[in-house]
């Protein structure tokens, strides 16, 4: 008796993936880390602290205790701990509560 081997291939294409923002919650796109130094020297990523600036991608409708006070395209501080991270389509992004967002940056 011959044994059959089945190989099963999953072919992704490229699709966009769309990530929406429920109730207080904010996605916001990660800003790239400074590798060097204004002076020319070189950081190592261990030696790296993970940014707490980014720019708003998308926002939630809010909720009735919760007014959402950002918009698409503000530059916001979060707080350094919070949020849920997500990397879509090669994109580092934070899913945030609006409670977690310190302040809008101009």
């Known amino acids: 008796m011959s044994q059959l081997h089945f190989h099963i291939h999953f072919w992704?294409?490229?699709?966009?993936m769309t990530i929406k923002p429920l109730a207080d919650r904010v996605l916001v796109k990660m800003e790239e880390l400074q590798e060097k130094t204004a002076s020319g020297l070189y950081i190592p990523q261990t030696a790296q602290e993970k940014?707490?600036?980014?720019?708003?991608?998308?926002?939630?409708?809010g909720t009735e205790d919760v007014k959402m006070n950002v918009k698409e395209g503000d530059r916001v501080m979060h707080d350094k701990y919070a949020g849920t991270s997500v990397k879509a389509d090669g994109t580092e992004?934070?899913?945030l509560s609006m409670k977690d967002i310190l302040a809008i940056i101009e």
């Not at 992704?12 to 966009?16: A, F, H, I, K, V």
């Not at 940014?51 to 409708?61: H, L, R």
Request: charged share 20%.
């Open 12 to 16: 992704l294409e490229e699709d966009t």
């Open 51 to 61: 940014t707490q600036i980014g720019v708003v991608v998308a926002v939630g409708e």
């Open 93 to 95: 992004y934070l899913i």
